[in-house]
Structures are given as C-alpha cells and as structure tokens.
C-alpha cells in the first residue's frame, strides 16, 4: 500500500521548494517530486538572485503582494538558516533627458508599492556614490532596500530543512500522469513509482502548462523568455557600490550591472523571447552587446576577467500576472508564470498556497508548527555542497563562481 501524503509538490525550482517549507513547517505532510537528478536545475538556475523589493510591480497584482509577503518574512528566515544575503541597494540611472519623466513616475509607482525609502538623487550625489559610473547621466533614484541572496543555496536550504522536518523528495522523479480516485485522493504516476496525495500542487515551472493538463486544466502557455548574463571576477567589485538599473522597458528590468551575494560583478539579463523550454546556449552577438552595454556604464569593468557565462529562460506566459488557482473539488493548487520574480515572492507564494490549501481545499490546518533551526553547510568539491550531512549539486553559475569552499557554519 502506497502512503498518502497530505500534498505532493511537482517541481523542484524556487517555487516548489519554498511550497515544501512552508507547508511542511505547518506541519503537512508533504513529498517533492522532481524530474531532474538535481532540485533547482531549470528556470531557477538562470537568474540573478535578487530579492527585489516590489518598487516596479503591477500595482494590485498578485506579484506585488506576493514579494511584499515575502519583504516581510524573508529576511528573519534566512537569518535563522544562517543564509547569506546582502542589502546592496540599487540606482536606476536615466541615460537619456527624455527618460526623466518616466524616472518620476517610477518614484511615484514605488510609493504607490509601498516602498517609500526610494529617493530621488542630484548627480552629484550619484556620482559621490557611484564614482565609477559613466559620466552623463540625466538623474537617478536610490532604491535602498534592494537585496541578493544566493538563488541556488536557499531553495535547497528550504528543502534540506523541510527533509529534516519529515518532508520526502524524490529527484529523477518525471510526474508522467495523475488520476483523482476521489476528491482527496490523488494518485501520482512517476519515473520512479506512484505517489498518493490528498492535494497535488503544481510548481512545474517551464513545463507548468503541461503539468496542468495532467490534472485536467488548460489555465496557461508557458512562452519561455531567455536571458544571458557575463560573470566578472570578484575584483571588479570595488567598481559598484549598489546594483546599477536602467529605465524599464515594455519586455521587463533590462540590462542590470550587480554585485552577487559573493561579491562577483554580473551583467544581464537580456530578454529575448525563445521557442525550446531548455537551459540556452550563450550566443557570442548577446555576449558582445552585455560587454557594450559595460563599456558604455562602468568603463572600468574593460580592467577586469569575464570569468564565466550563462542563460537562463523565463517560464512567462500569456498573461503578465502570477497565475495562483485552487479547484477545490479536484484537490489541485496550480502555480504557473512565475516569471521574474520567484526568488522576490518565494514566501509570499507559498503563504498563499498555505491559505488555498486551508480555506479553499479544506484541509486541517490544525496541525503542528515547527521550529526554522540553523544549517549546516559546506561546499566540499567544484560542484557539491553538503546541507546536513546530505551532498547536493550545485546548478547555480553565481553559487559556482562565488562561494568559497571554507564557506561553513
Ligand atoms: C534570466 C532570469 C533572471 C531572473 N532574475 C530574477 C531575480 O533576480 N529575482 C527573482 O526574484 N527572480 C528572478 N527570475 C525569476 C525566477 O528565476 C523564476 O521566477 C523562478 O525560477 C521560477 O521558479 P519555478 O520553481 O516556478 O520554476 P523552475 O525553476 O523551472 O522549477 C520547476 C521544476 O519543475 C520540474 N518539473 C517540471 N515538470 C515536471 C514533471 N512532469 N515532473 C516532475 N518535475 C517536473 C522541473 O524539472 C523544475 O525543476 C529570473 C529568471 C530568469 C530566467
């Protein structure tokens, strides 16, 4: 006979892993299954690791609200797990007289976000801040509480520490279909066996829309939008202070030149619209434009190494929003069109799950809550991480390139 959980999370990104926490530290019983060898492989593997703070989100989105649920809780989370993170801040810079207008308006649209420590900056002041910045620019604004984590480290923490709390993965574990036996009785077939579960919960990210199908829904297209970054050795960080954004376009945040949570100096993400679901191969014209792009912003990167390069895709859809639906009677939460902001909304995310699971699809939330106790971890080879006594491969190219091997606590 096989066990019934309470959930089964689909998908090993971001997303699922935050899900697994939440629930699991709300005493669910919960299992992950993931496709892939390793967890955070896909759309989560090809970001830029930073907690943004919701300046720029739709108003009244569901985005919005869920980085600022996140705003709120991330921080005391990745403190506990002994984490690292860092509020470097971030200036959006106008290059152009005609961008001035949409800088005020981004000023007025980060109150209306709530995030009211955004101020606008004389150029002198940017350049006392910036003094490695191209000369030219029309004005600034400051956003001060803009922050970046390790995007690979703390997904897998989430897991690592989920485990730890009773909560079982599966990796090399393709979902091939589910059948509902009766309203709260999912049967899951895999790769690696059948899995049972009162609830499924879809965090399939690029493959989202296909996940949904098995469950018998159509809410969305997965559209997948690539992005490519250049990786600089650590010692062009003295050349930043805060991470450098340009004015927004209509196709998202642009071009961002930052520090990662190690202190390695990124360029990207571009945005460009892709047809294959697969992590992309670095394209030398993208390359050359992003190193344009760093001529023209910060001259002084020219002095520095690119010391690796990498992609990664979007899973966007039609839709700009976040699509987070609950069917109570198929027992089914479905998470799809995480696009740029999982890592940003990753606890709001999973509180909302938490509130579909307990009020939409009725199940007792009279349970257990457990303690957030510290990690251990220690990055034992190129590529390995051990999380509490447990070896996991690292994906990440900013964990790769940046976390030292003496890291340990
Ligand atoms: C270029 C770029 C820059 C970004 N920058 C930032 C940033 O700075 N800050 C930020 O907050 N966000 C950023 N994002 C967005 C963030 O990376 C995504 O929102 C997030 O990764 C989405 O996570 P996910 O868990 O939904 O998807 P994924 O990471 O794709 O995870 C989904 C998982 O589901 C698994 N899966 C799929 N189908 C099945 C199946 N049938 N059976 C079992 N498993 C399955 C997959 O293998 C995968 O591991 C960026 C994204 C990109 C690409």
């Known amino acids: 006979m096989v066990h019934k959980h309470d959930v089964a999370i689909i998908g090993g990104g971001v997303v699922g892993c935050s899900v697994l926490f939440e629930l699991t530290n709300r005493g669910f019983d919960c299992v992950l299954l993931e496709k892939n060898e390793s967890l955070v492989a896909e759309a989560s593997c090809g970001n830029s690791g930073m907690l943004h703070t919701g300046f720029d989100a739709p108003l009244n989105s569901i985005e919005l609200d869920c980085i600022r649920i996140c705003q709120r809780r991330i921080f005391d989370v990745l403190d506990r797990l002994h984490l690292p993170c860092k509020k470097i801040g971030a200036t959006m810079v106008a290059w152009k007289q005609e961008e001035l207008t949409r800088l005020s308006e981004i000023e007025v649209h980060a109150r209306q976000c709530e995030v009211s420590d955004v101020v606008s900056l004389s150029m002198s002041q940017l350049y006392q801040r910036e ?8 004005g600034a604004l400051l956003i001060p509480a803009e922050s970046v984590v390790d995007p690979w480290l703390m997904p897998v923490a989430f897991a690592s520490h989920s485990k730890r709390k009773g909560a079982e993965i599966k990796t090399e574990c393709l979902v091939t279909s589910c059948q509902q036996q009766s309203q709260y009785d999912w049967q899951i077939e895999t790769t690696s066996g059948i899995a049972r579960a009162s609830c499924v919960i879809n965090c399939a990210g690029l493959y989202g829309d296909i996940v949904d199908k098995l469950g018998g829904f159509q809410n969305f297209q997965i559209l997948p939008r690539k992005g490519q970054y250049l990786v600089y050795e ?51 014209d993208v390359a050359r434009r992003l190193t344009k792009h760093c001529d023209d912003t910060i001259p002084g990167l020219k002095n520095y190494q690119v010391v690796t390069q990498y992609a990664g895709v979007r899973p966007a859809t039609q839709t700009k929003d976040y699509i987070i639906k609950a069917d109570r009677n198929k027992s089914w939460i479905t998470i799809g069109g995480i696009r740029s902001t999982g890592v940003s909304g990753c606890l709001g995310i999973a509180e909302k799950v938490y509130d579909l699971l307990t009020e939409n699809i ?7 809550l457990t303690a957030i106790n510290s990690l251990n971890y220690r990055r034992i080879a190129d590529d ?17 390139s940046g976390m030292e091997y003496s890291a340990k606590l």
């Open 131 to 138: 003094p490695h910045l191209s000369l030219g620019a029309y």
């Open 362 to 368: 009725g199940l007792d939330p009279s349970r257990s």
């Open 384 to 400: 390995y991480v051990v999380i509490d006594g447990a070896a996991y491969k690292i994906t990440h190219p900013i964990t790769l």
């Open 234 to 284: 650590k010692r062009a960080n003295s050349l930043l202070n805060s991470s450098i954004l340009p004015i927004p376009s209509q196709v998202g945040k642009g071009v961002i030149i930052f520090r990662s949570v190690y202190d390695n100096v990124l360029v990207g993400p571009t945005s460009e619209e892709v047809t294959s679901r697969l992590l992309p191969a670095i394209d030398n």
